[in-house]
Nanobody, 119 residues
């Protein structure tokens, strides 16, 4: 089992910045993919960004150049630096980890943190 604890959400004006953190504990394994997804009411959860344990990253086109994901493997923690925020970035942001052990992969989610960007 893996537990994820997110922090850092809040209310910010358009153009501002926020930093989210997600700490993983439990059976995280040396090989995993961590990332951030977001969801607004009535819409599907969408990928924001992911980072593999080797440091490779992937971003949704809508956040490229504005958001940066990073990780501290020693702390099993990832961070999402969000700059130049827009009202359309408003959503509940969920941390995710996919733990890879041999041929199996198990996915876990955090409880979500609200990000609200006012215009």
């Amino acid at each position: 089992q893996v537990q994820l604890v997110e922090s850092g959400g809040g209310l910010v004006q358009a153009g501002g910045s926020l930093r989210l953190s997600c700490a993983a504990s439990g059976s995280t394994s040396a090989i995993n993919v961590m990332g951030w997804y977001r969801q607004v009411p009535g819409k599907q959860r969408e990928l924001v960004t992911t980072i593999i344990s080797n440091g490779d990253t992937n971003y949704a086109d809508s956040v490229k150049g504005r958001f940066t994901i990073s990780r501290d493997n020693a702390k099993n923690t990832i961070y999402l630096q969000m700059n130049s925020l827009k009202p359309e970035d408003t959503a509940v942001y969920y941390c995710s980890i996919t733990v890879i052990l041999g041929r199996s992969a198990n996915n876990y989610w955090g409880q979500g943190t609200q990000v609200t960007v006012s215009s």
